[in-house]
């Protein structure tokens, strides 16, 4: 999956940090792009040698370290760039080789949208502060402190004797499919979430449910919860025209276009494909 990135070490342990050395790492977002240094026919994360020239790198964001290298967040555009730089969209990143650069860019996606969302206070609207002893915002105002949210969702695979259930969901491209998720409600257990989803969306009672593994998915900032249960074939299959526009049994070497393994969701695909699952 794409966070799994051994031999490289990926640390988002807080540390105090302001002064950016010159092999530190300097990730800058445009949108949804991240600033990259060309390296041939690849990409690299720039150091703070490479874009001192047209970055303000006095001053940025410890992110987290990869590799035992900071990670720096620069809020200021550089403007007009030169051809070793290009930004790329984050919708490439689950494609993206090296697989440490793909994850670094968008752990840091998602730690940049949390600042950008709590610049001002959600209690007193008074103009909000990092923290500088632990990754926490605080308004000087009324002290309210602000922590890193991670919404947590269930994927499940359900199975019926040799077939798995497929959805397609209204924002997939044309003919693609994928397994049953969605957030975790207030007050409910994961196992309780695993039975409405799939009630609510394709109309299934579903039993023997057994956890499975987790990711974090920060291109939605959640942890996604994966899950295995079964379900009777013979219930029909309604699928609630909102979310999911179609779903259905599918047997193994018949299986419709999905996810590749760099997901959750994608992996369980496949090991049911390989009977594993």
């Known amino acids: ?16 940090a302001t002064d950016i050395a010159e092999d530190d790492y300097i990730l800058h977002y445009r ?21 001192s020239a047209i970055v303000n790198t006095k001053a940025g964001t410890f992110l987290f370290s990869l590799d035992e290298v900071r990670c720096f967040l620069i809020w200021e555009d550089p403007g007009t760039i030169d051809d070793r730089f290009a930004y790329t969209e984050m919708s490439f990143f689950r494609r993206l080789q090296p697989q440490e650069i793909a994850w670094v860019g968008i752990v840091g996606y998602q730690l940049r ?7 001002f206070c959600g209690k007193c609207g008074s103009k909000t502060i990092a923290k ?25 695979a359900i199975r019926s004797n040799d077939k798995i259930l497929m959805a397609h969901n209204s924002n997939f491209k044309e003919n693609w499919y994928s397994l049953v998720a969605g957030y975790v409600e207030i007050g409910e257990s994961l196992e309780e979430t695993v039975k409405r989803e799939v009630k609510e969306e ?10 499975y593994k987790s990711q974090p998915w920060p ?19 309604c699928p609630d025209n909102i979310e999911i526009t179609d779903a259905n049994w599918f047997s193994r070497g018949n299986l419709p276009n999905h996810p590749i393994n760099d997901s959750l969701g994608g992996e369980m695909i496949d090991l049911f494909e390989k009977g594993e699952l």
């Open 1 to 16: 999956m794409i966070h799994e990135i051994l031999p490289h070490r990926f640390n988002n342990q807080f540390i105090i």
């Open 132 to 156: 500088q002893d632990e990754r926490a915002i605080i308004c000087p105002s009324c002290n309210s402190i602000v922590f890193p949210v991670i919404p947590p969702a269930i994927i499940v």
């Open 219 to 237: 291109f939605s900032g959640s942890m996604m919860i994966g899950f295995v249960a079964e379900a009777d074939d013979t219930q029909p299959v």
């Open 31 to 51: 949108e949804n792009s991240l600033l990259l240094k060309t390296a041939g026919d690849g990409f690299e994360i720039p150091r703070k040698k490479d874009v």
């Open 113 to 119: 949208n949390w600042y950008l969302k709590n610049r």
């Open 202 to 211: 394709v109309g299934l009672d579903v039993k023997n449910i057994r956890y």
